[in-house]
């Protein structure tokens, strides 16, 4: 059974997460507006082998802010140090979804690998913003206009905004179900309506801010990459750049499936996982 436990960060804010299994060090990092409960599917399978640290990040799962200082991705990447701190971790495999991978690949910029053993990431890239020189964020055209716009959007109407980001992409099959107002689309908005979402939108900008093509190279790691081949904000293209500029990648795109290749491919996910880190 996973075990819910809390820590300070070194800012005061109380950190929750969940803690469950035996073994080598296994963290678990969500996507923006998601929490610990993202990877609950894979629980049962990782804890026979790791000890799996899965938080709700600072300012997300209705967690109120209480110290002040917003959820944005350097915050965040200072919280994870936090945490392997505050459990003495080391040899860790840390393992980030999306915002978990941004937050992931800002630690490694800001503390190093010296607490790490391995790192992954699926399905994001080092900038969503794209540029003149930098065709591989989201959509692969939102550029820094369509992302101030988005920005507004999220202020007037957050659930939906955050919605229509996933909906009207690269995914033909998400504005399907989203047009539809499919089961799913309704369970997430009424999810997403729910959170206060003022932390959510200065985290969001964080994101937005920032860049982290420069980290792709100093990584020593032996790095895991997972990407949807049908993912709602980034072509394959994106996912063999990302792979060739880590010296020890391996690389697994997951053919039909959107910006959460792991849930769709749960079996796969868990043998490549437990593969990666020599537990299978």
């Known amino acids: 059974m996973s075990s819910p436990t809390q820590f300070r960060a070194d800012d005061g804010e109380i950190i929750h997460l969940h ?114 020189d930098w065709e591989h964020g989201i959509y692969g055209d939102f550029d820094a206009a369509r992302s101030a716009a988005f920005l507004e959007q999220l202020r007037d109407d957050f659930a939906e905004s955050v919605l229509r980001l996933g909906a009207y ?23 997403l309506q729910t959170l206060p979402a003022g932390p959510l939108i200065d985290c969001w900008q964080s994101l937005t801010e920032a860049d982290y093509r420069d980290v792709l190279a100093t990584i020593t790691l032996p790095a895991l990459l997972i990407y949807g081949g049908e993912s709602n904000f980034y072509r394959t293209e994106t996912a063999r750049l990302v792979a060739s500029r880590i010296a020890n990648a391996v690389l697994h795109i997951y053919e039909g499936t959107d910006h959460s290749p792991h849930q769709w491919q749960r079996d796969r996910f868990v043998a490549d996982l437990l593969a990666f880190t020599g537990a299978a």
Do not use: C
């Not at 504005?175 to 539809?180: G, I, L, P, S, V």
């Open 169 to 191: 992409g690269l995914n033909s099959r998400a504005r399907e179900k989203y047009e539809e107002n499919a089961r799913g689309w309704e369970k997430s908005r009424q999810w």
């Open 19 to 132: 803690v469950a299994g035996d073994g080598p060090p296994l963290v678990l990092l969500h996507g923006w507006t998601a929490s610990h409960q993202e990877w609950f599917p894979f629980l049962a399978a990782l804890t026979k082998h790791h000890r799996a640290y899965r938080w709700d990040a600072r300012g997300h799962a209705g967690h109120l802010v209480a110290s002040g200082n917003a959820p944005t991705v350097t915050r965040m990447a200072r919280d994870l140090h936090n945490l392997l701190e505050h459990f003495d971790l080391h040899g860790a495999t840390v393992i980030g979804h999306s915002m978990g991978a941004l937050t992931l690949w800002q630690y490694l910029r800001d503390f190093g690998e010296a607490r790490l053993a391995r790192v992954g990431f699926i399905d994001q890239s080092p900038r969503l913003v794209t540029g003149p």
